[in-house]
């Protein structure tokens, strides 16, 4: 039996090692030059609007840059959107010097015609998006969604999950199902709800309240550790938080001790 | 030159080969086993047969009289009608999603007319089309092309003896094309059953509703590897039974 888990272990990094390489489209392996950061979807305007135009970016969800870091692909550093996947990373000694940076508010949007005003008339929304399983949105909304059926009944969360008609891999591909009419209601990250008129919000009540904490850290196979370091920094500008802030993120609210020693 | 050539051909047979030998090399039959006992594999499981039948169905009952037709018409519309029914073999399924979209989500004519409830988007119903926009052009390409072959004069001396025009198909055209109607059907199902692209766009990816098996391995690919690969080696394995299936058929038909 040993010998069949053991097999099994290798084939499974076996394609661990192939797999996200594949999915990795365009990034090139090329060992020197530009900084390479693989970062939340929601972090998408944030990061595009930084000076640093030494830097690519490649932006998906946590789960999938997660996997692509397991999987040895060519990253200088992460910013991530849940503690989850970041801890999982920095226990497998694959990132250091983890560092929350920012937080953002999960929300509850809806299409700007639809008639829900309150939480509660959740269960009314035609149709709902959710995140995946995996991807931190999604897990953040399955926390408040938990919390509101402890405290409503299991009806209401039972009512919301029937009118649920996907699960998308990121914050960015739940909010165009919201955008382009095709849903009625889905939970958001705040920023990635700012300025969009099609939509509106509708408040959570404050004991199911979610806020999103981001983390970014850098790949310890990464090529360029000075400049991704130096890319880690910027994100304390005050110009970087100023720009954050007008998006519509906060400044983290906990410091966090990073686990083992550097 | 000799050798450049059997080089050339080894290193295309290798590409074709040496990924799925490792992948039924990778996952041994109690991985399979594990699998099928996953929720998610066996809704995916059920998910894929319902709607691939479902989409061979639509596609022989819509596609045999759209095929009788372009081997018989001569004119310049049949012509036309006849490259556009090829027309999204060369379409990325992406392309299909975002047009099947365009036309039955939340912005297309169809809600439109029919009012939002009646959006097809992230439906059973969206899962189908999309199989059947990209599965249809090999059936009725190739149910064309069989047609064609048929003697028009034996269709006629069958009728001339009686049989009205769909006993003459049945009795005197259906068997002598059946194994290129067969062969355009598997190659449609098969297409229908791998379909990921257009599905994932315009169904979007529910379990139990609206996940494929294709769209189940995407998934899976996010938090459990190990079921990717099984699930995989799954969605061959169905494959080939379901095409077994389809020559037995028309073996006794």
Redesign the interface.
Known sequence: HAA?DS??TV??R???SF?PAA?MGGLGCSPSGRLTVGAASSLTEAFLAMDGTETDYTFA?S??LR?QVEGGAPLDAVALADEAHTRELEDAGLVQDVRAFAQAAVVLAVRADSPITRFDELPNA??I?LG????PLGRYTRRILERASSDRGAAFGDGVMTR??????NARLVRA?LL????EAAFLYAPDLAQMPPLRRVPIPSAYAETATYFCALVSAGMRQAQALRWQRSLDLPEQRARRTALGFHDEQRGRAAAGPA | MKLLRRLAALLLVSLLLVPLA?LA????P??VASALADERALRALGVSLRTALASLLLILVLGTPLALWLSRATGRTARVVEACVDLPVLLPPAVAGVAL?SAF???GPWVALFG??A?L??TSAAVILAQVFVGSPFYVRSATEAFRTVDAESLLVARSLGAGPWRAFREVGLPATAPALAAGATLSLARALGEFGATLIF?????G??QTLPLAIY?A???D??L??ALSLLLTLTALALLACVRLLVRSA
């Open positions: 069949f097999g099994r084939s499974r076996r394609m661990l797999l999915a969800g789960q999938v996997r035609n149709r998006i995946t399983r995996s991807v649920v008609v996907s699960e998308e891999m199902r382009s009419g095709d849903a | 490792l090399g990778s996952v041994g109690a991985d979209l989500g939340a912005r939002s409830d959006s988007a992230f169904a979007g990816s529910l379990m509703r609206t998934a690919l996010e938090d590897l190990g990717a690969v």
